[in-house]
């Protein structure tokens, strides 16, 4: 199936069946309606087929290109059928899985997270170890029948939710730093696991702490090898970059749209939109670029730092303009409409902060793409 | 072009823009059959030439080119064009009787050229009247990058030597070809901008340490890498979109990319990039007026968005 043929095929299901899929809960779902709808989103399109194009077949898929992936993404999020956010988790989960799980573990378990059957986390932060990811302390330690795991993970999204944990793990001295840390798919249900959502400013609590008080996960768990989890992290965030911004610049798209078609006449200037949009439109042809050269089987690495930089800047640019052009909504508004506004322009002020902080997205182009030697 | 012919074809350009500029150039482009190779691969020779051209901060006549060609003129002729005026895109030439009255620029080589195209109105009445650069008011402009030698052009009731009707589209699309080839040249004298000042950043000792290692450094380059980053993703968008909404665009985008560029690397370079001994200064020159031609970045914003606040819809671009 090629990218226009595809195209059109989804444009026509997703015509045809709009009345399942759009959600019912009115623009200010609660996080448990958003990620109930996600699953039923995700079944229906699974089942369809849509949801497995681009996917390899060993892991359920029916092959094909990544832009299909990225073409899906887009269609839903555009319709605003799914927020992009939870949605592309499986962007940024899945392929780890594909790159670093034993194809039985990997062939079992990513179509569930395809179908929306389960929800999966990522443990990467630590209450000390924000954007120092090297120093992480979780400990994994060796026993005769498996690991244990003892520690805490925080800003873990969508933990209360899911039901496996990518986890980095230390399991080498506190000094091995990146060379002494293992990665671990862990089942949520294991005993020892608490999860503590947090509430956050926009409302949703889609963030969480979540603790390991001598948690077992058996060897078999184990994604690459021991020791080697830094290139497990390494291989996964450029995906946090690439197709899943690609969903979000879609996204973006809309919102600036039903920007400018509610905004009173006379509350934004024509060089503030136009500035704008300069951006947003900067920022999803580098995406799309991006996009291509998945597509083209290109290993993605510290350049896609560059996207997540333009996202975040882009991402708070149209929000700013929200919150000039819609201030009655965002500062007054008690409506649905109101409420979304305001959540989403609350949300945005993380977009510099979360999957790797602007300063940390700038210091990984400093040393990575203009070779700049390290700091100090 | 093919994968080695175009590498072959980058290295010779890059060859010529770094030893030649001006009349010299326009000459190596001839030896070297650009002006052929525009036609069959517009994209190619246009790209690789204006951003070596612009690393290079090398002058040509191959806007001219860019523009004829577009217009349907042909490269033969060894005519020059007028340009808008400073910030402007509509055509510099209103029809004046049986003459043209011409108020534009133009690039350094007009003056050595017996002809120059001028266009007049837009829409369905636009013509293109050719005209004798003798009949030309020409002042060669010093300003603020001499060694861009454009040309200040005048004149009332030229007479036309020949005119031609232009289809509704000719002048946009002409514009947007020279946008697109303006905008590539303010990536190349970005990307030069940014070499020397990450160059200097990393010789420089102060504290007993390259100042390359210091944070405030680092964060300046990061953000004019990311500047150049989005300006090339967007130029390379608008080249598949092929339309004048996003040739301005990407013009716009590359002309701001460049002024934040210029900002940052002047910073990092410190005195020495404040003085004539170092090559900085030429380059922040040159984007200054490379931006503002055929459409500045903030003419070309606020008409972007007078244009979205009036339809209060997004265009459906940028397709996977």
Not at chain 2, 44 to 58: D, H, N, R
Request: glycine share 10%; aromatic share 6%.
């Amino acid at each position: 199936m090629d990218l226009p043929e595809f195209r059109e095929a989804v444009e026509r299901w997703l015509d045809d069946n709009a009345a399942d899929l759009t959600p019912d809960h009115g623009p200010t779902a609660t996080l448990d309606e958003q990620m109930a709808h996600l699953s039923l989103v995700k079944r229906r399109t699974f089942d369809a087929g849509w949801m497995r194009w681009g996917w390899p077949e060993h892991v359920g898929g029916l092959g094909g290109s990544t832009l299909l992936r990225a073409y899906l993404g887009e269609a839903l999020t555009a319709r605003d059928l799914v927020e992009p956010g939870i949605y592309s988790m499986t962007e940024v989960l899945a392929p780890t899985m594909i790159g670093f799980a034993r194809p039985e573990l990997a062939a079992t378990m990513v179509p569930r997270l395809l179908r929306g059957d389960e929800t999966w986390c990522q443990g990467f932060s630590e209450p000390g170890t924000g954007s120092n990811l090297g120093a992480l302390a979780c400990r994994a330690t060796r026993r005769d029948d498996g690991w244990r795991v003892v520690g805490q993970k925080v800003w873990t999204s969508l933990a209360q939710y899911a039901q496996r944990c990518v986890l980095l793990t230390r399991t080498g001295t506190v000094e091995s730093a990146h060379r002494g840390i293992t990665a671990l798919f862990v089942d949520m249900d294991t005993p020892g696991i608490t999860v503590r959502p947090i509430e956050t400013m926009h409302g949703a609590p889609e963030f969480c702490e979540v603790f390991f008080d001598d948690v077992a996960v058996p060897f078999d768990r184990t994604l690459g090898d021991e020791g080697r989890g830094w290139a497990v992290a390494m291989d996964l965030l450029p995906f946090e970059r690439s197709t899943a911004l690609w969903h979000r610049s879609a996204y973006l798209n809309r919102r600036m749209e039903r920007l400018l078609a509610a905004a009173p006449a006379g509350s934004l200037t024509a060089t503030e939109v136009g500035e704008v949009f300069h951006q947003l439109f900067a920022f999803r042809a580098r995406s799309l670029a991006t996009q291509h050269r998945l597509d083209a089987g290109e290993t993605l690495g510290a350049e896609t730092s560059v996207d997540k930089i333009l996202l975040a800047t882009t991402e708070q640019a149209i929000y700013d303009l929200v919150a000039d052009g819609l201030s009655d909504e965002v500062v007054l508004g008690d409506d649905p409409d109101g409420e979304r506004w305001r959540s989403e322009f609350l949300y945005s002020r993380a977009a510099t902060i979360y999957g790797g902080s602007a300063e940390i997205q700038r210091n990984i182009v400093a040393r990575r793409l203009l070779d700049m030697g390290n700091e100090r | 072009m093919d994968a080695d012919a175009r590498e072959l074809f980058a290295t010779s350009l890059r060859h010529v823009t770094a030893a030649n500029t001006g009349d010299a150039l326009d000459a190596a482009l001839g030896e070297l059959g650009w002006g052929e190779a525009l036609p069959a691969d517009r994209r190619t020779a246009v790209s690789l030439l204006f951003e070596l051209q612009g690393a290079a901060g090398a002058t040509s006549s191959a806007l001219d080119a860019v523009i004829l060609e577009t217009l349907g003129l042909g490269l033969e002729g060894d005519l020059g064009v007028v340009l808008p005026p400073l910030g402007r895109t509509d055509p510099p030439g209103s029809v004046e009787g049986e003459g043209v009255r011409v108020g534009g620029l133009a690039l350094a080589g007009v003056a050595a050229r017996d002809r120059a195209v001028v266009i007049t109105g837009t829409g369905e009445g636009s013509l293109a009247a050719v005209v004798d650069t003798a009949e030309l008011k020409l002042r060669a402009v010093h300003g603020l990058d001499p060694r861009l030698g454009i040309v200040e052009v005048t004149g009332a009731h030229v007479p036309a030597t020949a005119r031609s009707d232009l289809p509704r589209t000719a002048w946009p699309a002409a514009v947007a070809a020279g946008q697109r080839a303006l905008a590539h040249e303010l990536v190349g004298a970005s990307r030069t901008m940014l070499g020397l000042a990450r160059e200097h950043a990393l010789e420089r000792v102060q504290f007993g340490r390259p100042i390359a290692s210091f944070q405030a450094v680092r964060h300046r380059l990061a953000e004019a890498y990311v500047a150049i980053e989005a300006a090339d993703a967007a130029l390379a968008a608008a080249w598949v979109d092929g339309t004048p909404f996003t040739a301005a665009m990407a013009k716009a985008i590359a002309g701001r990319s460049a002024r934040t560029v210029s900002r940052h690397c002047q910073q990092v370079l410190a005195g020495i990039g404040f003085t004539t001994e170092h090559d900085l200064h030429l380059y922040v020159r040159r984007v200054i007026v490379l931006d503002r031609l055929l459409g500045g970045a903030r003419s070309l914003t606020r008409r972007l968005g007078e244009d979205l606040l009036e339809r209060r819809s997004l265009p459906s671009i940028l397709p996977l």
